[in-house]
């Protein structure tokens, strides 16, 4: 059939595109430059674009499209200190990129309702947008729940002119309402102006409302009424007490809660989500600075979460008592993190070492866990596959090389505290800080 | 450019009748499809057929090779072939020389033989099989691509074109025009725009 050496110019396009797929998107750069083939199926094969989204990148608008043709995933990216495109130029956008699926807009701090709303027109395909760090209100929020009948997530960040806009303007679900499966707020002002947004979006599985100012017990209580499916809720950073908790155990199917910084969230609000949420199987808290979360609340969880899989407890603390009935119960428990409380000690990692017989992942940070809590992991649980401990002064590498001697298919991985006048008498001494500089990578 | 033939593409023997009598299976063979074999062993369940548990297939330069079935449809394209009911005698490959279509079996074979790629010793012996298949001379690594891609066998052509993406990370634009022996035909002026294009972009 041939009787010549092949090339790569002997592909078609189809197959060169398949190599490029393969490529990170700075060897694709380089490809595009190879010569004037390789640029035309680079372009055509380029799905996902993040474009600089400065003002001047308005005037090159159509050869970059007429390059990239295909584009489906679009980020448009201004850093902070430049002007960003404005409405024209989204406009233009969304006629090049009708079949856009994804859109991530990032200080586009120009953009406003009008070129949303117009944006959303011409791309009613959308399936997943995120919005970060922008200036415009409802009004360009509603464009899109009018518009774009596909939308399965929705995120946003920062959004600012929420705050003044009309306020009677409500944010409504539109006909996006029907397909959207996660909503995510984040650093909104006025957040709880999204409550008939999330409320009509009957098929939520995931909301996340995270840094937001405000009280939210009365959006939770709304909200849980009309929401029935939710799956995964995170409360981050919030204001919300045992009253918003009481409304969210209305969520019978939830398998996954995050309770971050709460510090409203008691023992009884606890208790009144998993004596009804029977299902859950990941759960998240942060204590933060009121640690009402205690062994009480988690031995509620114990009682009535059979299905527990994975439980991280940040400043919560529990004791022997409550990891008794955690390891007895929760048979399917496999990951569990334990960070910043003073009552777990080697007492307490033995009684998990000969209880959790499911567990596999380990973390533990910031306690006061020694080599001897090192031992007692050598023993006990027998599908553990890794462990991982950071800042807990009494395990030494010593102890840690010692366990992973005596169990062979265990990793362990051990970050070397910082000490604090370690940082104090460095000075100038730039060995001591580059030392210093390390260990406090490997804790993050 | 090579396409993919349809199975469209390939002569159909037609069907002027159903048989209504026993046919020995010694008689010529008269072209029956797999479905109408069946339909006629579930009749006569005590005649003896042979079951065609083989393929043939033919390549350009018209050698043959007899194959198992399972070894040949994790082609998809001889797959859809065989449910056409177009592999009686054999399947005609024009696309695909002697050489190439040999390697292509070869990997076939160890890809349906190895029985479980969960297990870690078939999944690391598979690993060093394909890594050992892919050390071979640009053409012929393009002409399996060529073939892999005309057959349809998925991870083949991804195995492949991996191949050829590994020899491109990593280099210059002039560098990948040496490894490749690729002309550059731009203009400065092109190549300046195409350079001031990709600093717009971030991904």
């Known amino acids: 059939m041939v009787d010549h050496d092949l090339t790569i110019s002997d592909l078609p396009d189809a197959c060169l595109a398949r190599v490029f797929h393969f490529l990170p998107p700075l060897d694709r750069k380089q490809c595009s430059l190879v010569c004037r083939w390789w640029l035309f199926v680079e372009g055509q094969s380029h799905h996902r674009l993040t474009l600089n989204a400065r003002t001047d990148l308005a005037s090159v608008l159509r050869s970059v499209f007429n390059r990239f043709d295909s584009v489906t995933k679009l980020s448009l990216k201004c850093d902070r200190k430049s002007v960003s495109i404005g409405d024209e130029a989204l406009v233009n956008i969304s006629r090049y990129c009708e079949n856009l699926i994804r859109l991530k807009l990032r200080s586009c701090r120009e953009l406003t309702d009008t070129g949303v709303l117009k944006f959303a027109k011409n791309c009613r395909k959308l399936r997943k947008l995120s919005v970060g760090s922008c200036c415009f209100g409802a009004m360009g929020v509603n464009g899109v729940m009018d518009n774009c009948l596909f939308l399965e997530e929705l995120s946003v960040k920062r959004l600012q002119t929420v705050v003044d806009g009309n306020p009677t303007e409500e944010i409504r679900p539109g006909v996006a309402g029907s397909a959207l499966r996660m909503i995510s707020l984040k650093d909104m002002y006025n957040g709880q102006r999204f409550e008939p947004l999330i409320s009509g979006s009957k098929k939520l599985k995931t909301l996340r409302i995270v840094r937001c100012y405000g009280d939210w017990d009365k959006v939770l209580q709304v909200v849980t009424k009309n929401v029935k499916e939710l799956v995964e809720l995170h409360l981050e950073r919030l204001q919300v007490s045992d009253l918003g908790l009481a409304a969210v155990s209305g969520c019978r199917g939830l398998e996954i809660l995050h309770l971050l910084k709460t510090p409203d969230c008691s023992n009884l609000g606890l208790t009144s989500v998993v004596e009804k949420c029977t299902l859950l199987r990941k759960l998240h808290i942060d204590g933060w600075k009121t640690r009402r979360i205690n062994d009480e609340g988690l031995i509620s969880v114990a009682k009535n979460c059979p299905n527990l899989q994975e439980l991280v407890l940040i400043n919560v603390d529990i004791t022997r008592a409550g990891l008794d009935l955690l390891s007895t119960n929760c048979r399917k428990l496999e990951r569990l993190a334990l960070c910043g409380s003073e009552t777990i000690g080697d007492a307490e990692i033995s009684c998990i070492a000969a209880k959790c017989r499911a567990l596999r992942k380990l973390c533990i940070k910031s306690c006061p866990v020694s080599d001897y809590g090192m031992e007692a992991l050598a023993v006990g649980c027998p599908n553990l596959v890794k462990v991982k401990v950071k800042k807990c002064k009494g395990v030494t590498s010593d102890g840690v090389g010692w366990l992973m001697a005596s169990r062979g298919s265990l990793t362990v991985n051990l970050d070397a505290p910082v000490v604090e006048n370690q940082i104090a008498n460095a000075g100038n001494d730039s060995r001591v800080l580059a030392v210093v500089a390390v260990g406090q990578d490997q804790i993050r | ?203």
């Open chain 2, 1 to 203: 450019m090579l396409k993919n033939l349809n199975s469209k593409h390939i002569q159909r023997f037609s069907y002027k009748y159903l048989p209504q009598f026993p046919i020995s299976p010694n008689s010529p063979k008269l072209g029956f499809s797999r479905s109408q074999i069946a339909n006629y062993r579930s009749n006569f369940p005590t005649t003896i057929m042979s079951s065609s548990k083989t393929i043939v297939l033919r390549s350009s330069d018209g050698e043959t090779f007899e194959v198992d079935e399972a070894v040949a449809v994790e082609s998809q394209t001889i797959k859809h072939m065989i449910e056409d009911g177009c592999a009686d005698t054999s399947i005609p490959l024009p696309n695909v020389t002697s050489k190439i279509l040999s390697k292509v079996i070869e990997y076939c074979k160890k890809h349906v033989e190895t029985p479980n790629a969960d297990e870690k010793v078939a999944e690391e012996d598979l690993k060093s099989f394909d890594a050992d298949f892919v050390k071979v001379d640009q053409s012929t690594l393009f002409d399996l691509i060529l073939a892999a891609n005309y057959l349809n066998i998925k991870s083949l052509l991804d195995l492949t074109c991996q191949t050829v993406a590994d020899m491109i990370k990593g280099k210059t634009p002039e560098e990948i025009r040496k490894t490749f022996n690729i002309k550059n035909d731009f203009t400065p002026e092109e190549e300046e725009e195409v350079r001031r294009e990709n600093a717009w972009a971030f991904e």
